[in-house]
């Protein structure tokens, strides 16, 4: 029992005091951003009966699903019969199936949860970690696409990220681009995959694989000029503007830019090659990067196909999601070495006699707004002020015997060490001035 | 796929917008009482290696933990590696053995999250259910039980739960007791569970009890005189005072009285045979009640050697727990019929051309305060305002061609039907006024 391994689970983690703080005030801000744009709170089970997920996330995906035993006289059997929640999209897929009619439609909703999956654990890559989703299902209108990308911007402008770029693209305008350049339907996706690529490979490599697909050569070489173009959004514009297709999507573009308008602490402009590798994606698409970060910190789209998969039809819907892991560790990179405080006051325990009288005075102070720690163990008062200075408490109140009589308080500052005689009456406000407030 | 149950997993639920909202706001006010009183949060993984939980709980309860099935080769074998937390405790102590000198001490800390049963689901009886714990580790003060106490009877308060009793024990008193009667040591457990049944059997079936279990007839005469005495806690102390243990149980009671105070929002008092049927707790117990539910609504105790278990020595270690399941269930019968509003006002979307418009007149707004939602999708005005009046929504913003002509807007009040023309400029102050603010 003693030798017990004592860490988290391998790809898990364990969230101390200062973790929580951080992580539970940026879901305040999230939460708070995403009700401010109408949008509602869901949640769901951990786990689902295995039958509803499996399936769903392809083959590799089936393959990270963590499963849970039958219990009882079935454990034996070895088999499953519930799994955990992969990501909030099936859920959600099967909420709407549920209760359709209960709920109010177009359904807006946001969904900040944990979910699993038994991915080999790596450098910022765990087994257990937050999705954060919003949703707008039953609108087929470009307004509820917008109203996406707004409340993203708003959010991550409230979390302090400003100066973001949402890139702007549509799957049917990429499909008027790969018939512009004729390129046969059937290549369609696989075109997509070697486009999305282009950050990484650049033009010449997206050439290549293009061509390993299958796709002409002349195709490729029109591609490769047009990427290579000091006026990429021109060149395609005029390409789209040959086909249906193009000009559907380039329509469908421009009036989510129109809409969208001017965004809160970020721009939003047309992304002519964006193509975002789900193949699920069926309308307008984005990612938000930020040029001093070097990540996509969130990415969404429309997916006309996939809320409906319990139905048996099409559910219109578009959404997106804030790559929140990433957003959390930017936050914490941004606050290390700041401990926040564990309370605005310890009030310390001194004798025997006066802990009742220090349990009373915890409770006034807290009556006055006051976040009172009180010391709870046996311990000196260097002991007890170390470990108010360990939790970031900034003001600690010390009470003995000669102080009661008299009906005063010593108030001690943790940062200067200066310390303060106050009458009893006045502490709380002593307090709140030390404090700032 | 069309035929898939769409019901979430047997004992587990969906939580609708209107349910995360009621959730969300008392685990609001539950943090925020928390950590007025100087506790700070924890969290840990979903999942923890099987071998940490198995053994923790006794035969019934090992066969209720959930366990994860091996991955990918492994699959196969049938045998499971993790498990879902089986409740807050065990991981607290896994923490405690994982980062002791990292973490101040004493460690107050609070953990409100999800745990897992294999229970057979019953009415308010769930496969996944939230628990709510808050404990002092490293304190075998007085201080840290009676801080415990009163941090619980200012969340119910907060909660509007006032009119609650703390009845409080102490197992020292309980040994003390069981000795005063004349019942040998090795029948006290035995004892200990009869009594813990007085509410639910009555004197009589406790006496029933402790006679089937080997307790001599003169012991189980005394202590049904006892119970049936109008001064039943006058008779107890009496007894209590013959020997050592029931004389430190005592002092311990009465000093955790004298330290707790008055409570907010409620009572505490010495409950003379409280026993609390678990059996790790070695200090004081309470349990708080509330004549108008009958119910238990929290409870909890010291546990001084359940804690270090990783360890393989005592660590003190005392705390309580809601019954969060049954508080959260108080709450939404009293806020039955009640919808909380999606939002403050919903924007309308009448017209393609006026559809820029109203997303930047939401934003508008919402640089306000306001929350805003606006319609995603497309519909007649009827339709739209019928949304609006199922998610709650008060107001009602409706602007055509002819208002943004004008530069005024149409607000429509939603509970009186009343319609009112404002001036674009004076909108939000309108809007405020309106909601009262």
Request: charged residues 30%.
């Amino acid at each position: 029992m003693a030798s017990i391994d004592a860490n988290p689970a391998s790809g898990t983690r364990d969230f101390l005091p200062d973790d929580v703080g951080r992580r539970e005030r940026a879901f305040d801000t999230i939460r708070s951003a995403f009700r401010s744009h109408g949008f509602d709170p869901l949640d769901t089970p951990a786990f689902e009966r295995l039958e509803v997920l499996t399936g769903k996330y392809g083959e590799e995906g089936d393959q990270l699903i963590f499963k849970i035993l039958r219990r009882g006289e079935h454990e034996a059997s070895g088999e499953a019969d519930l799994a955990l929640r992969y990501d909030l999209t099936v859920p959600l897929a099967r909420v709407v199936a549920r209760y359709g009619s209960q709920l109010p439609m177009p359904f807006k909703r946001y969904h900040i949860a944990p979910v699993w999956r038994a991915d080999r654990p790596g450098k910022g890559r765990y087994r257990e970690f937050f999705q954060c989703d919003l949703d707008t299902v039953g609108s087929d209108s470009l307004v509820a696409d917008a109203s996406t990308i707004v409340a993203v911007a708003d959010v991550l402008d409230r979390l302090g990220l400003s100066g973001f770029r949402v890139q702007l693209n549509s799957r049917r305008a990429l499909a008027g681009l790969i018939e512009a350049y004729g390129i046969p339907g059937e290549l369609e996706s696989d075109a997509l995959v070697a486009l999305d690529k282009l950050d990484k490979i650049g033009a010449e490599g997206v050439a290549r694989e293009l061509t390993e697909r299958g796709v002409a050569t002349d195709a490729v070489e029109h591609l490769v000029a047009d990427l290579g173009d000091d006026d990429l959004e021109g060149r395609v514009r005029e390409r789209l503007a040959g086909n249906e297709a193009g000009r559907a999507g380039l329509a469908e573009v421009d009036e989510v830019l129109t809409l969208a308008g001017k965004l809160p602490g970020g721009s939003v402009g047309y992304a002519p090659v964006l193509a975002r590798g789900l193949s699920y994606y069926t309308g307008p698409v984005f990612e938000v990067v930020h040029d001093d970060l070097a990540v996509t910190i969130a990415a969404g789209g429309r997916y006309d196909g996939l809320v409906g998969m319990f139905q048996g039809q099409d559910v219109p819907a578009t959404g997106g999601s804030l790559g929140i892991e990433r957003i959390l560790l930017l936050l914490e990179q941004a606050a290390a070495g700041q401990v926040s405080a564990g309370a605005d006051v310890l009030v310390t325990t001194m004798d025997d006699d006066g802990r009742a009288d220090a349990l009373a005075l915890a409770g006034r102070l807290r009556t006055e707004g006051l976040r009172v720690d009180l010391y709870a163990g046996r311990g000196k008062l260097g002991k007890q002020l170390k470990y108010a200075d360990r939790r970031g408490i900034p003001l600690a109140v010390i009470r003995g015997a000669d102080e009661r009589a008299a009906g005063t308080v010593a108030v001690k500052d943790l940062g200067s060490g200066e310390q303060a005689t106050v009458d009893e009456t006045a502490l709380a406000e002593h307090l709140l001035r030390a404090l700032g407030r």
